[in-house]
Protein backbone atom coordinates (compact mmCIF):
# COMPACT_ATOMS: atom_id res chain seq x y z
CA UNK A 1 0.00 0.00 0.00
CA UNK A 2 1.19 3.13 -0.98
CA UNK A 3 0.30 7.24 -2.25
CA UNK A 4 0.39 8.34 -5.80
CA UNK A 5 0.95 11.53 -6.90
CA UNK A 6 -1.44 12.86 -8.75
CA UNK A 7 -3.70 15.23 -7.43
CA UNK A 8 -6.90 14.56 -9.29
CA UNK A 9 -6.76 17.83 -11.96
CA UNK A 10 -5.87 18.27 -14.97
CA UNK A 11 -3.51 20.19 -17.43
CA UNK A 12 -5.22 23.50 -18.94
CA UNK A 13 -6.77 26.97 -17.97
CA UNK A 14 -9.74 28.55 -19.30
CA UNK A 15 -7.90 31.47 -21.28
CA UNK A 16 -6.35 28.65 -23.12
CA UNK A 17 -9.69 27.06 -23.91
CA UNK A 18 -10.71 30.35 -25.09
CA UNK A 19 -8.46 30.56 -27.58
CA UNK A 20 -8.38 27.33 -28.80
CA UNK A 21 -12.80 27.64 -29.12
CA UNK A 22 -12.42 30.86 -30.97
CA UNK A 23 -10.01 29.54 -33.53
CA UNK A 24 -12.39 26.48 -33.66
CA UNK A 25 -14.99 28.61 -34.78
CA UNK A 26 -13.91 31.37 -36.89
CA UNK A 27 -10.39 29.26 -38.37
CA UNK A 28 -10.86 26.08 -38.25
CA UNK A 29 -8.77 22.26 -37.15
CA UNK A 30 -5.81 23.10 -38.82
CA UNK A 31 -5.24 26.40 -37.66
CA UNK A 32 -5.87 25.12 -34.61
CA UNK A 33 -3.23 22.54 -34.47
CA UNK A 34 -0.74 24.98 -36.17
CA UNK A 35 -0.93 27.33 -32.51
CA UNK A 36 -0.19 24.28 -30.91
CA UNK A 37 3.24 24.17 -32.67
CA UNK A 38 3.97 26.95 -29.92
CA UNK A 39 1.47 26.02 -27.36
CA UNK A 40 3.46 22.71 -26.99
CA UNK A 41 7.10 24.11 -26.81
CA UNK A 42 5.84 26.49 -23.97
CA UNK A 43 4.87 23.26 -21.74
CA UNK A 44 8.42 21.98 -23.34
CA UNK A 45 10.56 24.38 -21.84
CA UNK A 46 8.63 25.66 -18.64
CA UNK A 47 6.98 21.98 -17.40
CA UNK A 48 9.51 20.60 -15.27
CA UNK A 49 7.98 17.80 -13.23
CA UNK A 50 5.97 16.70 -16.16
CA UNK A 51 8.85 16.65 -18.09
CA UNK A 52 10.63 14.50 -15.91
CA UNK A 53 8.71 12.09 -15.93
CA UNK A 54 7.38 12.06 -19.33
CA UNK A 55 10.93 11.63 -20.05
CA UNK A 56 11.36 8.90 -18.04
CA UNK A 57 8.42 7.08 -19.41
CA UNK A 58 10.10 7.19 -22.79
CA UNK A 59 13.38 5.98 -21.77
CA UNK A 60 11.22 2.95 -20.12
CA UNK A 61 9.83 1.91 -23.22
CA UNK A 62 13.43 1.89 -24.95
CA UNK A 63 14.02 5.32 -26.77
CA UNK A 64 17.45 6.86 -26.61
CA UNK A 65 18.36 10.40 -25.11
CA UNK A 66 17.42 12.40 -28.21
CA UNK A 67 14.62 10.05 -29.68
CA UNK A 68 13.01 10.53 -25.61
CA UNK A 69 13.87 14.60 -25.85
CA UNK A 70 11.81 14.76 -29.48
CA UNK A 71 8.94 12.66 -28.32
CA UNK A 72 8.49 14.11 -25.14
CA UNK A 73 7.61 17.67 -27.33
CA UNK A 74 5.43 15.61 -29.58
CA UNK A 75 3.26 13.94 -26.49
CA UNK A 76 2.18 17.28 -25.36
CA UNK A 77 1.40 18.16 -29.13
CA UNK A 78 -0.53 15.01 -29.48
CA UNK A 79 -2.05 16.14 -25.89
CA UNK A 80 -3.59 18.93 -27.17
CA UNK A 81 -4.99 17.68 -30.49
CA UNK A 82 -6.74 15.26 -28.35
CA UNK A 83 -8.64 18.03 -26.15
CA UNK A 84 -9.04 20.46 -29.36
CA UNK A 85 -10.97 17.65 -30.80
CA UNK A 86 -12.41 16.83 -28.23
CA UNK A 87 -14.04 19.81 -28.15
CA UNK A 88 -14.66 20.17 -31.83
CA UNK A 89 -16.60 17.00 -32.29
CA UNK A 90 -18.66 17.36 -29.05
CA UNK A 91 -18.89 21.50 -30.39
CA UNK A 92 -19.89 20.52 -33.67
CA UNK A 93 -17.01 22.53 -34.58
CA UNK A 94 -14.71 21.09 -36.58
CA UNK A 95 -16.26 18.36 -38.89
CA UNK A 96 -17.06 14.83 -38.60
CA UNK A 97 -14.17 12.39 -37.08
CA UNK A 98 -13.60 9.14 -38.69
CA UNK A 99 -13.42 5.94 -36.37
CA UNK A 100 -12.23 2.55 -37.04
CA UNK A 101 -13.86 0.32 -34.69
CA UNK A 102 -12.38 -3.41 -33.74
CA UNK A 103 -14.25 -5.36 -31.30
CA UNK A 104 -17.20 -2.93 -31.77
CA UNK A 105 -19.42 -6.31 -31.02
CA UNK A 106 -18.37 -6.97 -27.48
CA UNK A 107 -20.22 -4.26 -26.96
CA UNK A 108 -23.20 -5.01 -28.54
CA UNK A 109 -23.29 -8.16 -26.89
CA UNK A 110 -22.78 -6.60 -23.30
CA UNK A 111 -25.73 -4.51 -24.05
CA UNK A 112 -27.64 -7.53 -25.79
CA UNK A 113 -27.04 -9.85 -23.06
CA UNK A 114 -29.14 -7.47 -20.66
CA UNK A 115 -26.40 -6.80 -18.12
CA UNK A 116 -24.64 -4.16 -19.15
CA UNK A 117 -20.93 -3.77 -18.43
CA UNK A 118 -17.97 -2.14 -17.34
CA UNK A 119 -15.20 -0.46 -20.12
CA UNK A 120 -12.36 -0.45 -18.34
CA UNK A 121 -9.92 2.63 -19.99
CA UNK A 122 -6.68 4.05 -19.17
CA UNK A 123 -5.41 8.16 -19.37
CA UNK A 124 -4.75 7.43 -22.99
CA UNK A 125 -5.52 8.49 -26.41
CA UNK A 126 -8.82 10.23 -26.38
CA UNK A 127 -11.69 8.15 -24.69
CA UNK A 128 -13.89 11.67 -24.52
CA UNK A 129 -14.33 11.70 -28.11
CA UNK A 130 -14.65 8.06 -28.11
CA UNK A 131 -17.55 7.94 -25.86
CA UNK A 132 -19.15 11.19 -27.76
CA UNK A 133 -19.84 8.65 -30.66
CA UNK A 134 -20.55 5.63 -29.28
CA UNK A 135 -24.42 6.49 -29.36
CA UNK A 136 -24.27 3.87 -32.44
CA UNK A 137 -24.35 1.36 -29.53
CA UNK A 138 -27.91 2.33 -28.65
CA UNK A 139 -27.32 2.33 -24.97
CA UNK A 140 -26.57 5.75 -22.29
CA UNK A 141 -22.61 5.30 -21.66
CA UNK A 142 -21.38 7.10 -17.92
CA UNK A 143 -17.72 8.09 -17.39
CA UNK A 144 -16.60 7.63 -13.79
CA UNK A 145 -14.01 10.11 -12.90
CA UNK A 146 -12.69 12.47 -10.66
CA UNK A 147 -14.19 15.54 -9.98
CA UNK A 148 -11.30 17.73 -9.16
CA UNK A 149 -10.81 19.73 -12.29
CA UNK A 150 -10.91 23.08 -12.41
CA UNK A 151 -14.92 24.52 -12.00
CA UNK A 152 -14.33 27.46 -14.63
CA UNK A 153 -13.10 25.34 -17.07
CA UNK A 154 -15.52 22.78 -16.58
CA UNK A 155 -18.43 25.29 -16.63
CA UNK A 156 -17.23 26.76 -19.84
CA UNK A 157 -16.72 23.76 -21.66
CA UNK A 158 -20.51 22.97 -20.82
CA UNK A 159 -21.35 26.28 -22.00
CA UNK A 160 -19.47 25.64 -25.25
CA UNK A 161 -20.06 22.22 -26.14
CA UNK A 162 -23.80 21.79 -24.79
CA UNK A 163 -25.15 18.48 -23.33
CA UNK A 164 -22.65 15.52 -23.39
CA UNK A 165 -23.76 12.52 -24.87
CA UNK A 166 -21.78 10.76 -22.22
CA UNK A 167 -23.13 10.73 -18.66
CA UNK A 168 -20.35 11.92 -15.76
CA UNK A 169 -20.17 9.76 -12.53
CA UNK A 170 -18.27 11.61 -10.22
CA UNK A 171 -16.39 9.73 -7.40
CA UNK A 172 -17.04 10.86 -4.12
CA UNK A 173 -15.91 10.25 -0.46
CA UNK A 174 -19.31 8.84 0.49
CA UNK A 175 -19.16 6.15 -2.22
CA UNK A 176 -22.21 6.86 -3.80
CA UNK A 177 -20.81 6.58 -7.10
CA UNK A 178 -20.80 3.14 -6.63
CA UNK A 179 -24.72 2.84 -6.15
CA UNK A 180 -24.67 4.92 -9.23
CA UNK A 181 -22.32 2.66 -11.17
CA UNK A 182 -24.92 -0.06 -9.87
CA UNK A 183 -27.82 1.62 -11.17
CA UNK A 184 -26.39 2.13 -14.73
CA UNK A 185 -25.75 -1.47 -14.67
CA UNK A 186 -29.28 -2.50 -13.98
CA UNK A 187 -30.35 -0.15 -16.87
CA UNK A 188 -28.09 -2.59 -19.33
CA UNK A 189 -26.05 0.69 -19.64
CA UNK A 190 -21.84 1.09 -20.34
CA UNK A 191 -19.91 2.25 -17.76
CA UNK A 192 -16.32 3.40 -18.32
CA UNK A 193 -13.69 3.61 -15.41
CA UNK A 194 -10.10 4.74 -16.27
CA UNK A 195 -8.28 2.10 -13.80
CA UNK A 196 -4.62 3.13 -13.98
CA UNK A 197 -4.32 6.20 -11.46
CA UNK A 198 -4.16 6.48 -8.20
CA UNK A 199 -5.70 9.43 -6.14
CA UNK A 200 -2.96 11.29 -3.74
CA UNK A 201 -4.05 10.34 -0.45
CA UNK A 202 -5.68 6.57 -1.35
CA UNK A 203 -5.16 3.61 0.86
CA UNK A 204 -5.24 0.97 -1.11
CA UNK A 205 -3.22 -0.30 -4.18
CA UNK A 206 -1.93 -3.15 -6.41
CA UNK A 207 1.62 -2.71 -7.36
CA UNK A 208 2.34 -4.69 -11.11
CA UNK A 209 5.07 -4.83 -13.68
CA UNK A 210 4.55 -2.54 -16.25
CA UNK A 211 7.05 -1.68 -18.55
CA UNK A 212 9.38 -3.12 -17.30
CA UNK A 213 8.78 -1.89 -13.17
CA UNK A 214 6.92 -2.20 -10.58
CA UNK A 215 3.95 0.33 -10.59
CA UNK A 216 0.54 0.92 -8.70
CA UNK A 217 -3.21 0.48 -9.31
CA UNK A 218 -6.14 1.28 -7.95
CA UNK A 219 -6.91 -1.48 -5.71
CA UNK A 220 -10.95 -0.58 -4.99
CA UNK A 221 -11.96 -0.45 -8.80
CA UNK A 222 -11.11 -3.66 -9.45
CA UNK A 223 -12.51 -4.86 -6.09
CA UNK A 224 -15.99 -3.08 -7.26
CA UNK A 225 -15.98 -4.34 -10.57
CA UNK A 226 -15.56 -8.32 -9.06
CA UNK A 227 -17.78 -7.61 -6.29
CA UNK A 228 -20.64 -6.32 -8.93
CA UNK A 229 -19.80 -9.77 -10.98
CA UNK A 230 -20.12 -7.17 -13.90
CA UNK A 231 -18.87 -7.77 -17.78
CA UNK A 232 -16.05 -5.84 -18.41
CA UNK A 233 -14.09 -5.04 -21.78
CA UNK A 234 -10.49 -3.22 -21.88
CA UNK A 235 -11.39 -0.33 -24.51
CA UNK A 236 -9.22 2.28 -26.07
CA UNK A 237 -9.04 4.76 -28.52
CA UNK A 238 -6.19 6.49 -30.48
CA UNK A 239 -5.70 9.25 -32.99
CA UNK A 240 -4.43 7.62 -35.67
CA UNK A 241 -4.55 10.85 -38.02
CA UNK A 242 -5.73 14.50 -38.18
CA UNK A 243 -9.57 13.41 -38.90
CA UNK A 244 -9.17 9.38 -38.09
CA UNK A 245 -9.67 7.63 -34.25
CA UNK A 246 -8.68 3.91 -33.85
CA UNK A 247 -11.19 2.13 -31.29
CA UNK A 248 -10.19 -0.89 -29.72
CA UNK A 249 -12.76 -3.19 -27.26
CA UNK A 250 -11.59 -6.77 -26.24
CA UNK A 251 -13.82 -9.79 -25.41
CA UNK A 252 -15.94 -9.53 -22.75
CA UNK A 253 -15.42 -11.42 -19.79
CA UNK A 254 -16.72 -12.18 -16.11
CA UNK A 255 -13.94 -12.77 -13.55
CA UNK A 256 -15.40 -15.39 -10.99
CA UNK A 257 -14.63 -17.75 -8.53
CA UNK A 258 -11.91 -16.82 -5.53
CA UNK A 259 -12.03 -12.94 -4.85
CA UNK A 260 -8.18 -12.38 -4.64
CA UNK A 261 -7.47 -14.33 -7.76
CA UNK A 262 -10.55 -13.01 -9.36
CA UNK A 263 -8.95 -9.31 -8.84
CA UNK A 264 -5.63 -10.53 -9.43
CA UNK A 265 -6.39 -12.08 -13.21
CA UNK A 266 -8.81 -8.97 -13.98
CA UNK A 267 -5.73 -6.60 -13.15
CA UNK A 268 -3.19 -8.54 -14.89
CA UNK A 269 -5.22 -8.93 -18.07
CA UNK A 270 -6.13 -5.09 -18.03
CA UNK A 271 -2.10 -4.38 -17.21
CA UNK A 272 -1.12 -6.29 -20.29
CA UNK A 273 -3.64 -5.00 -22.72
CA UNK A 274 -2.24 -1.18 -21.90
CA UNK A 275 0.83 -2.14 -22.32
CA UNK A 276 -0.05 -3.78 -26.11
CA UNK A 277 -1.96 -0.86 -26.97
CA UNK A 278 1.05 1.73 -25.55
CA UNK A 279 3.55 0.46 -27.66
CA UNK A 280 1.35 0.71 -30.32
CA UNK A 281 0.89 4.39 -29.73
CA UNK A 282 3.56 5.52 -27.65
CA UNK A 283 2.62 9.12 -27.96
CA UNK A 284 -0.29 9.14 -26.38
CA UNK A 285 0.58 8.29 -22.77
CA UNK A 286 -0.95 11.20 -20.34
CA UNK A 287 -0.28 10.56 -16.96
CA UNK A 288 2.35 14.00 -16.01
CA UNK A 289 3.52 12.58 -12.69
CA UNK A 290 5.37 10.02 -10.90
CA UNK A 291 3.62 6.86 -12.22
CA UNK A 292 5.97 4.16 -10.80
CA UNK A 293 6.29 5.94 -7.66
CA UNK A 294 6.13 2.93 -5.29
Not at 23 to 52: C, D, E, H, K, P
Amino acid sequence: MADQGWSGKSKGKKTGYQIFVFLLRYAGLRVAYSLLIFVAFYYFLTSRSSNRYIYQYFRKIGYGRWRSLISLYRNYFVFGQCLIDKIAAMAGLGGKFQFSFEGEEYLWEMVNNGKGGILLSAHVGNWEIAGHYLDRIDTPVSIVMYDAEYQSIKEYLDNVTGSRKTKIIPIVDDMSHVYKIMEALSNHELVCIHADRILHGSSRSISLPFLGENALFPYSIFRMIIMLNAQVSFVFAFKESAFKYNFYATENQIFTGDKDKAISDLTSQYVRELETRLLQYPLQWFNFYDFWKT
